[in-house]
Nanobody
């Protein structure tokens, strides 16, 4: 059974940092496309970043490029998202999601992802 569990969210001041974690169970992480998505109050879910399959290439949304960094450890079955220079508009619930096959993750489109965690909230406020 595929399971994804996020942690690490919280309240942080503008300009601060957080590190989100996602623990993956029930599947071999390196065979899947794995991504981070977020949903702000009243807005649609949007893609943040994705690591594509075994090749391990990483893509980022334009709104987080240069501030966020995604990484993966296939042995530990863990995925991380380092959030730096946070802005109030980064406030959202952040989700880890996996895609068995396709291009949704690489395109940062949430609709085609196959498995989702429950999310971890990030609030950026002074």
């Amino acid at each position: 059974q595929v399971q994804l569990a996020e942690s690490g969210g919280g309240l942080v001041q503008p300009g601060g940092s957080l590190r989100l974690s996602c623990a993956a169970n029930g599947f071999a992480l390196d065979y899947y496309n794995i991504g981070w998505f977020r949903q702000a109050p009243g807005k649609e879910r949007e893609g943040v970043s994705c690591i594509v399959g075994r090749q391990g290439s990483t893509v980022y949304g334009d709104y987080v490029k240069g501030r966020f960094a995604m990484s993966r450890d296939n042995v530990k079955q863990m995925v991380w998202l380092q959030l730096n220079n946070l802005k109030p508009e980064d406030t959202a619930i952040y989700y880890c999601a996996a895609e068995t096959y396709g291009s949704s993750c690489e395109s940062l489109r949430p609709g085609g992802m196959d498995y989702w965690g429950k999310g971890t909230p990030v609030t950026v406020s002074s």
